[in-house]
Structure formats: structure tokens, C-alpha cells
């Protein structure tokens, strides 16, 4: 989300002059803040499950909206001469020969798109095979920073970050089927300390440019 | 309780002592004794990792070990493997970033050593070697299993970088203070608390003993 949100940061400070400040890190270190009364006034996250915990502690406006839904795709290495494929027989077959030692994923036990990632293995019953091969990235940028650098051979990262032009240069990419798991849907919540710029920036997140921008970077309609 | 958490950090730990034992030794007597060309500028790099940030000796060893160039590209075809997302990478890394708590406690114990003392021992005709065991060591030991015990506990302790070159691996390189990191992120708040707690008495009973040996050894030594 991070080079998408920033495009539509800029996008919305050139349509209305107003500057929004954006702090990333993953959905559960940013809950624990806002529960502790951290300075946020509008929380984006790949899992509702968080959104829903803050209505329920009364740290929101109201139980937020599902404004874009987010897929996973396939990463390696542009020099890598692994094949990609959709149901993931190229990297089956590389597993099985010992050519593929090391497989990026988000950690599953926290972040979504580690379990997105999690589901989509086990839907094509190679969970068990790549299991011993996982590294997990504390998020899902790091697990395709693991992947850019070759230091893990593949990656199942989220198809926004592989369409990112820092990803492209050094790296290939192919979007996995949105039927290998649950859908991903990105939500947002007006926080109790939210301010005017942060309902505008709500409500422009929701309009046909900030869209465009999503769609851009592989993401649909909710 | 991640009891193989626990484990793998007390492995890194002794490993990492290992070879901080000897390199301590060797450094804190050489910058104890010694004058040379150099040696501000070897203090000072020594003493870096005190004020670094972890992520900086994380980033550098990311791109150093990195398969695509340089030194990553040759251990890999060499080994098959390189230092990203091992054990061995993990243990290199401990091993830089505790210099300065080994080297320098180590090097303030030979310092204090009298230099008539090690003359006397000289002119009685002892060898090098036969000062350093029997005059030097018993006399520098208490600065030296203070040096081992803080570096100890560091490396207990230690967390940015692991998360940034580890990988997450069970067993390999998921180490005490990920593992809480992945429970306080997951919301599991009880394992969080028992794990950080045991920590915390862990810690606190090491750098007690360690104040019980100094304190001893200054009465024999008084």
C-alpha cells in the first residue's frame, strides 16, 4: 500500500492543498498505538480484524469502510531462470530438485498478507513442501526487499509491491489467482482525534482519482 | 513459552562467546599495552556498534551477503549458501556488534595491571605466554567474565538486527526477542508477558552474577 498511498498523497495535496503525514508499520503495532492513544486521526489496514477491535475499545467514528481489495503475486529475481506460473508448478518443481532453498513470505501469524500468502500454498497442497524453505518478513514489504536482493529465490509478496517501479527494475512478477484465498480487503477507519484534512482525505481515498491510483497498482473495487 | 526460542538465543549467545573470548583477549591486551600508528582509528571503529544503530550493521551485511555480487555471489557458488537467514549469519552478526562490550571492559582489566608486576615477571624469567596465563589473566578475570556476561546478555537481547537479516526460521533464527515481537504483534499478550518475564529474571540473575564475581574477586584480590 505504502507506494500506492503515497501517489495519492501527493494526488490529494495538489487538488486541495492540504498535506496528510503517513506512518507505516504493521497493523498490529499501529492497533497497540491507537489503543494507547497514539496521535493517529485515520488507520488503513490490510485486516478488518484490527479495525473491528478499535470500534469495539470506541477508538473510531464509526465501524469504517472496505475501499480497495489487494491480491498476491508471485516474485523472483529478474536474473533467476525460475519458472512462473499460476499454479505454481515451477517453483513445486524447484523445491522438490533443491534449486529453490529460500521462499519470502510475510509472517502468517500477523500479517495478512502472510495469510493470504499461507492459504494460496495450502490451497495448492504445497504448504507442507515449502514449509522448511520459508523465510518470513516482519511485513510484506520485507519479505520483497528478501526477494529484490536474491537473498531468497521467491516470494509471495503483494501484487502492489511487484507492480512498484523500484520492484520492476529488478525483478518479474505474476499475479496469483484471487480464488486461492480469502479475499484481502484493505479497510479504513475516521479515528476519534480525527481532524477536517483526515475527513477529506477519507472521502478522497473513496473518488474515481484516488481509484485510478489503486487500480494502478493491482488493486480492485472492494 | 517458546522454549526453542529460548534455547536458539542462549545457543547464539555461548557461540558468539566463543569467539568473543579469544578476540576480547587478544584486542584488549594489544590496545592495554601497546602503542602504534593506527590505533585511535582502530579504537574508534571498535567502538562503533556502540553507537550504531542495528539496522545500519543489518544493512550492510544485506547487501554484503546479498547472491547477486561481490562476496554473497562467491559464497554462494562456493557454499551453496550464504550469511542471510542462517544460524552462522546470525552469530557474525553478534559477534561485530558486541565487540566493544568484550573488547573494552578486557582492555580497562589489562590496563590496571601494574607494569612492574608484568616486568618483575620478566626479569624472573618468565615467558610471554607464561605472564599472560599466570600473572595477567588472574589478575584481569573479573574484567573479563564482565566483559563475557554483558556481551552474554546483549546478544540475548538483541533484536533490530536479527529481525532484519534472520528470516524467522523455528529453530535457526528465530530467537527469543522475535519470538515476542511476533506474540505482542498477534496480539497474544499472555505468552508476550511470560516470555518477556523470564527474560527480565534471566537478565537480571546474569548481571548479578556478574556483580558477585567482580565483588568477590576484588576481596581476594585486596
Redesign the interface.
Known sequence: MKFALQEIAEAFHQDSGKNVRISYS?S??L??QILQGGPFELFLSANTHYVKQLYQQHKTLDQGVVFASGRIALLT?K?SSLQLDEHLSGVKQALKTGQL??F?IA?P??APYGVAAKEALQQLGIWKLSYPH?????NIAQAAQ?TS????QVGLVSYSLALAPVLKTTTRSLLIPASLHQPLHQSMVLLNKAGNTSKLFFDYLQQPKARGILFRYGYSAP | MDWQALALSIELSLVTLVFLLPIGILFGRWLAYRQFIGKALLQTVLALPLVLPPTVLGYYLLVVFSPNQGLGLWLSNTFGTTLVFNFEGLVLASIIFNLPFAIQPMQRAFASIPREIREAAACCGMKPGQVLWKIELPLAWPGIVSAMVISFAHTLGEFGIVLMIGGNIPNETQTIAISIYDKVQAFDDQSASIMSFSLLLFSMLTISFTYWLSDRSEHLHV
Do not use: D, K
Open positions: 504493521s498490529g503495532n492497533t497497540r529475481h536474473n532453498q529460500r519470502a509472517n501469524i500477523h520459508l523465510v518470513l518478513g516482519e528478501f536482493s536474491g537473498a531468497a
